[in-house]
C-alpha cells in the first residue's frame, strides 16, 4: 500500500529507525512495518499531519484522550507558564499548588461521596490504586475475609497485573492467567447476540450478579464496572437503568462500587462523568485519558471520605497507604488539566457534545444500514460499528481476514485514522468536532466500509 505524498530520505530514516529501535504497543511489528507507518509530525485541530505533510482526521482522538484538539493555545500556554516555575516535584510528604486546586476541582465536579484524590500517572494504575484501596480498606475496617473482586465478562481495565485480574478479556490477558488474582465475572449485558431483547439482556446479568451476591457477599470486597460502556469490548453499551441497579444491589450487600471512567469521563458519553447519566455514586472512581485534554499522562483515582477515613490514625496504627508513583500530581500535567476543565466551562462542552451526538446518531443511521455491519453502538461521541458477514445471521468474519484492520487502512487512505477492536471499527472524535469535520467523517468511515466488503 502507498501512502498519499511523496516519500523522503528523512522518512526513509525514521521508519528505519522505527524497525530498529521502537516497539509500538498493541502491535504486530512484522505487519506494521510492512505497511509504510504514518509518523505523525504535528497537529492542528482535529487532524495530525504526519511527516510527508499528509494531512488525517483524528478519528478516534489519539487512543481516546483527545478533547479540544491538538496544539490549543490555552493548553500550550498554562504548560508554558507552569514551566517557568517548576515542572515538577514529588508529591510523596508534600504537595504542590496545581494538584491541590485540581484536587479540588476534581471533587466539585465528580459524584457525590467522592471526596478524596489520589494521583498517578495512567489509567491502568489509576485501577490498581483503586483495587489496592478497596482491599486494604476492608482490612482497615476489621472485615478482611471481604477480599473477593468481580467484574464483568469482556471488561478492559488496563494492563498492569491487578487492572488485567479484573479485566476480562482473554486476547489480552490468557496467557498473564498465573501471574493474576482470582476474580469473579459476570454476564455483561450486550445484547446483540443474547437471544432476547436488550430489556430481557439486562435482567438475565442483574439475576446472575444478584445471586453471586446472595452467595458470597460476605467475601465480596469490591464491584468494578466501566459505567455505560463497555470501551475495549467493541464499545458494548448497557442498557438505560442498569447502571442504577449496580448501585442499588452494591449498598444492599455492602460491596464497595469502583467505577472505571478512564474512558468514559470528561464529556465524552454527554455527561462530563458517565455516572451522571444516572445519578450513580460510586466509592471509588478511575480517571485518565482526557483528565489533560489528552496532553500529559496524569490520572487519579477518586475515594469516598469513608474509604479515606479508614486510612487515618496515628502512624504507631499503621494505617497509612503505602503506595505512590514518581511522577504523581505532577506540575505540568496538572496544570493542563486545570485549562481544560476551564476549557469545558467557558466552551459549553459537554452541552456541544450532546448536540454533536444526536448529529452522529442520525449520521450512523446510513452506516447501519451498509450490508456488513450488524450493529451500531453508540454513547455520546463514543461509537463502535461492528461487523460482519451475514447481518441476517450476525455471523462474524473470520478474524484471520483482519476486516477490522483493512476497513480502518482504507480509512487511513481517505484521510482519517481511527484504530478496530477486532472487527468493531472504534469512531471517538476529538470532543470540538464541528459538524462538518463530523459529516466528513462519517462518510470516510462509510466508504472504506463499502470499499473494503465489496457491498
Sequence with gaps: MTLAGTSTAAYAQLLEQNRQFLWNPFTQMKDYLSDEPVVIDRGEGVKLVDVNGVEYYDGNSSLWVNVHGHNRPELNEAIAAQLDKVAHSTLLGMANVPALELAERLVELAPPRLGKVFYSDSGATAVEIGLKLAFAYWRRVGRPEKNLFVSFENGYHGDTVGAMSVGGIDLFQAEFGPLLFSCERVSFPHAYRFPGSEEECARASLAELEALFDRDGRRIACLVVEPLVQAAAGMRTMAPGFLRELEQLCREHDVLLFADEVATGFGRTGEMFACEHEHVAPDLMSLGKGLTG???????????????????????ELKAFYHGHSFAGNQLGCAVALASLDLFEREGLVARVQESSRLLARRLLAVAALPHVGDVRQCGLMAGIELVADRDTKEPFDWRERTGQRVCLRARELGMLTRPLGDVVVFMPPLVTGRDELEAMVGILELAILDVTGA
Excluded: M
Excluded at 490520572?299 to 504507631?316: E, I, K, N, P
Design 294 to 316: 489528552g496532553y500529559l499522562p496524569v490520572a487519579a483515582t477518586l475515594v469516598s471520605d469513608a474509604v479515606y477515613d479508614a486510612f487515618y490514625g496515628d502512624f504507631a
